[in-house]
C-alpha cells in the first residue's frame, strides 16, 4: 500500500516531511532521487547512510563507488540513470528502516517512478526487493530475475540484484552484482546492441 505521500513535494523531491518522529531526529536533511526525470534505469536502495545524509545525495559512499564503477565499466554514467531510495531519511545507527517508515515513504517512491516512468527499476538489496515485490526475497538466489510490480497507481519490470555493499563483504557476490547489471543494462536497451532497443518485449 502506497496511499498518498503524508509531506510536500516538487517535482520528484520532497521538500518537507515529518511522517516518522524518529528519522526527522536522525536525519540532517531529506535525501532524495538523483538522475534524469526520464531515466530509462531506475535504481532503488534501502535508505541513506551517514555519507548520503552529510551529502545529500544517494549512494555516494563506498557502495556508491561501486556501483559508479559498475556502471561506467558498462558505458555508463551516474547522470545517465536515476538512483533513489526506499526511504529517504537515514535512520539511527544505520538500522534498517522498520516496515512503518517504508510505509509512510512509499507514496514517494510511487510519485517518482510514476513520473519517471522507466522501463526498468532494479533494486539494490533485499529490503527494496521485499518493498517493492511485497513478499520476502532471497535476494542472492533470485538476483537477476525480473518481475512485474504495482507500486502506486503504476505497474513496473523490476529487476532483483544484490547491494553493492555486498560485494565488500563477501568476494562471491561480485559476480551475482556484475552478472544482474549485466542483465539490467541490456533490458533497458542501454548496452549499444539493442539499437536504443529495450528487450523487456521478451518477458
Ligand atoms: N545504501 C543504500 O541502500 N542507499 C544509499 O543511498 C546508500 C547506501
Known amino acids: 500500500m502506497s496511499g498518498s505521500p503524508p509531506g510536500e513535494m516538487e517535482g520528484l523531491e520532497v521538500t518537507d516531511c515529518e511522517a516518522c518522529t524518529e528519522l526527522c531526529e536522525s536525519r540532517s536533511r531529506i535525501v532524495n532521487g538523483v538522475g534524469p526525470a526520464d531515466a530509462d534505469l531506475v535504481f532503488v536502495g534501502e535508505a541513506p547512510g551517514a555519507n548520503e545524509d552529510e551529502q545529500g545525495e544517494p549512494f555516494v559512499g563506498r557502495s556508491g563507488d561501486v556501483l559508479t564503477e559498475a556502471l561506467r565499466d558498462r558505458g ?48 539494490l538489496g533485499k529490503v527494496p526487493a521485499q518493498h517493492l515485490l511485497e513478499r520476502s526475497v532471497a535476494v542472492t538466489k533470485e538476483a537477476g530475475t525480473v518481475h512485474d510490480a504495482r507500486v502506486g497507481e503504476g505497474s513496473y519490470r523490476i529487476l532483483l540484484c544484490v547491494h553493492p555493499a555486498a560485494t565488500l563483504y563477501d568476494r562471491s557476490q561480485e559476480s551475482t552484482f556484475a552478472d544482474a547489471l549485466d542483465e539490467a543494462v541490456a533490458l533497458a536497451g542501454l548496452d549499444g546492441n539493442g539499437g536504443g532497443q529495450s528487450r523487456l518485449g521478451e518477458f
Open 76 to 123: 555508463l554514467a551516474r547522470r545517465d540513470i536515476r538512483i533513489t531510495n526506499c526511504v529517504r531519511c537515514r535512520p539511527p545507527d544505520n538500522r534498517d528502516p522498520r516496515s512503518d517508515e517504508l510505509a509512510n515513504c512509499k507514496g514517494y517512491l510511487a510519485a517518482e517512478l510514476e513520473r519517471v516512468d522507466p522501463e526498468l527499476v532494479v533494486t
